[in-house]
């Protein structure tokens, strides 16, 4: 009896986006992170071991240690023009005071969820993690939190996935990280602004207020020899910045009709990605879904799609790493 197909919300929402993106992610990876989706990589990780009751300053030694070796070797998915150097600091920076502020929060037992096999045929892998109650949690890390931002969240499969899955409501905890702008992440967590003349003086600008007027210049956290993350995190908890920058919401599990329906939705694309995979052998022979090169950010397989070559030797490329049976990408 074959072993049930191992699917998660990664894999549909690749498979919905792209079948040719789909196709190579099932058995490549790229090399090279985008710096948001290994800051994220790094931050879940550092939030399962905090629940777990790890000591702080271990659970960020591992966490910066991790991106910054990744950062190093093989390097950042960056556009030319941008100090890897510079970018990939200030996001150490970030994990440091995320979560050291997180360690002072109220923060939930983490308990990895086992994989569950539906109808048989479909093994369905959680991308959240759950706590003493057996309630799912997602941390999800935005430029900017709104009502968009958290409709599209609801409304995708890594939280209606494992809500109907696990039939357990789901706490969203968005954490805003600001944008890259002149290759620099610009948020709290890691740039402040430094009074000119009075030492050790820094403070935060809040979304939406008027710029600070006097002698402030902008200070960086990663490229300071004062400020010290647990020292930062102090002036963050003064100015209630964590409180303007972190959101929690709870989801609800949806009607029984809903859940089924679901539940229904993953074993009919369960079954169509293993027909595309069983019946595709080269992916560059499917047609591109041309919309989702770019979008919501660059696709890693578009040198695989956008080459000289339709029959593409893709280890040859020497940007790529095979992807192992059992692993999930968030």
């Known amino acids: 009896m074959a072993l049930p197909f ?10 919905q986006a792209c079948r040719r993106r789909y196709l190579y992610s099932r058995k490549w990876r790229a090399l090279r992170w985008l710096p948001k989706l290994l800051l994220d ?17 271990d659970v960020i030694s591992s966490a910066t240690t991790r991106f910054y070796g990744a ?14 150097y510079k970018l990939a600091i200030d996001h150490i920076a970030c994990l440091e005071t995320l979560l050291t502020t997180l360690s002072r929060r109220p923060l939930a037992t983490t308990i990895p969820v086992k994989s569950k096999v539906l109808f048989s045929e479909a093994e369905w892998a959680f991308t959240s993690y759950q706590d003493a109650n ?8 935005v430029s900017d939190y709104g009502e968009d931002t958290l409709t599209r969240e609801m409304h995708s499969w890594y939280v209606v996935g494992d809500i109907c899955v696990a039939k357990k409501p789901m706490h969203l905890h968005f954490i ?16 402040a602004m430094e009074h000119a003349f009075i030492a050790k003086r820094i403070k935060f600008q809040n979304k939406g207020a008027k710029p600070l007027q006097g002698n402030w210049k902008s200070v960086w956290l990663s490229e300071s020899s004062v400020w010290k993350a647990e020292d930062w995190c102090d002036v963050l908890f003064h100015e209630d910045v964590p409180d303007t920058l972190m959101h929690d919401v709870v989801i609800e599990v949806p009607s029984k009709e809903r859940v089924a329906d679901t539940l229904q939705q993953i074993l009919i694309e369960a079954r169509s990605m ?32 956008y080459g000289p070559q339709v029959d593409v030797d893709v280890a040859g490329l020497g940007i790529y790493k095979p992807r192992l049976p059992t692993t999930i990408v968030p």
């Not at 990589?41 to 300053?57: E, M, S, T």
């Not at 390097?75 to 030319?80: C, K, M, N, V």
């Open 71 to 84: 950062a190093s070797s093989p390097g950042l998915d960056l556009p030319p023009g941008i100090d890897p």
């Open 6 to 15: 191992l699917v998660s919300a990664a894999d549909i929402v690749t498979f």
């Open 274 to 305: 293993q027909e595309w995979e069983q019946a595709v052998q080269n992916p560059n022979l499917v047609p591109m879904t041309r919309a989702a090169c770019d979008f919501p950010y660059t696709c890693s397989f578009v040198p695989c799609c």
């Open 134 to 141: 057996g309630e799912l949690h997602r941390t999800i890390t």
């Open 41 to 57: 990589a790094c931050l879940r990780q550092g939030i399962i071991d905090l629940g777990q009751g790890k000591p702080l300053a």
């Open 176 to 191: 805003e990280i600001g944008q890259i702008r002149d290759g620099r992440r610009h948020t709290p967590w890691c740039k």
